[in-house]
């Protein structure tokens, strides 16, 4: 089992450029998640699908969209790339076993907008 | 909503030295608490989380956390660190009424234990 994986592992744009960042899970769970990481700071959520066709904005949705394009599969696209977008991003699954919750990351895409 | 403080962003240790790394959380309503850790250049991992039960819980190498609700923390301890803890340590919070994947994190504690 691979788990959570994520491509590219790294990526530097410039201003205004758009990008997608790939995510996918082979443990069949419903619920997936965007998070990003800046210096300092915990995860921030930035999108989230409970479940194949459904997603909801997390904290901090402004300037991303995404796509849930079947349940292995969440994609997180930047239309037009800003500095302020410049940090490590993290997707996760989440098995939800009724008490025994437990959330699954991926390795991690490091982004640098210029 | 809910809110997460980790008290100290750096935690210096000696190796087999006693370690504790604090977390505080506010919540209007129940909730689960986790703590997450975190090597260099990878993803988080789960270390330990508190959903129902006992209020003290346990890792597999060695850490705990009690939950302690009259006092909203969550601290983390481990009695003798080695070198291979270093890392970034995460606390996490969801309301017990929502899936842990929309939880609150702290801003990390970076504990270094030194030779």
């Known amino acids: 089992n691979a788990g959570v994986t994520q491509t590219p592992k790294f990526q530097v744009l410039k201003t205004g450029q758009s990008m997608t960042l790939q995510c996918a899970q082979d443990?069949?769970?419903?619920?997936m998640y965007w998070y990003r990481q800046d210096p300092g700071m915990g995860l921030r959520l930035i999108y989230y699908s409970a479940s194949e066709g459904t997603t909801d904005k997390g904290e901090v949705p402004n300037g991303y969209n995404v796509s849930r394009l079947n349940k292995r599969e969440f994609s997180l696209r930047l239309e037009s790339a800003a500095p302020s977008q410049t940090s490590v991003y993290f997707c996760a699954t989440l098995r939800a076993d009724s008490g025994r919750d437990e959330q699954f990351f991926g390795p991690g895409t490091r982004l640098t907008v210029l | 909503a809910q809110s997460v403080t980790q008290l100290d962003s750096q935690v210096p240790v000696f190796e087999e030295a006693p370690v504790e790394l604090r977390c505080n959380y506010s919540?209007?309503?129940?909730?689960?608490l986790f703590w997450y850790v975190q090597y260099p250049n990878q993803g988080l991992q789960l270390l330990l989380k508190?959903?129902?039960?006992?209020?003290l819980v346990e890792s597999i190498n060695g850490f705990e956390a009690e939950f302690n609700k009259s006092q909203t923390s969550f601290h983390l301890r481990k009695p003798s660190v080695h070198i291979s803890d270093t890392a970034e340590y995460f606390c996490?919070?969801?309301?017990?009424?929502?899936?842990?994947?929309?939880?609150?994190f702290g801003d990390g504690t970076t504990l270094t234990v030194k030779p």
């Open positions: 919540s209007s309503v129940s909730v689960y």
């Open positions: 443990m069949n769970h419903n619920s």
């Open positions: 996490a919070v969801s309301a017990n009424n929502t899936n842990a994947g929309k939880s609150t």
């Open positions: 508190y959903l129902s039960g006992s209020t």
